[in-house]
């Protein structure tokens, strides 16, 4: 999930850096703030994928 923001974040960096347009914080802060998403993508921070715990993940239960 944090990678897709991280991918939002540098396109409109990229698009503004295009444009020449300036919306009150510069494109460095939006650069900066995609890379440290990627950073805690990549620290598996935010990650969708969790793994079950408890007393039945992995295991056959019968119903008696």
């Known amino acids: 999930m944090l990678a897709i923001v991280a991918a939002v974040l540098f396109f409109i960096a990229l698009l503004l850096q295009l444009t020449k347009t300036a919306i009150g914080i510069g494109t460095d802060a939006i650069v900066t703030a995609g890379l440290m998403c990627v950073a805690l993508h ?23």
């Open 42 to 64: 990549m620290a598996g921070i935010g990650s969708a994928l969790r793994t079950r715990t408890g007393a039945r993940s992995g295991r056959w239960s019968f119903r008696r």
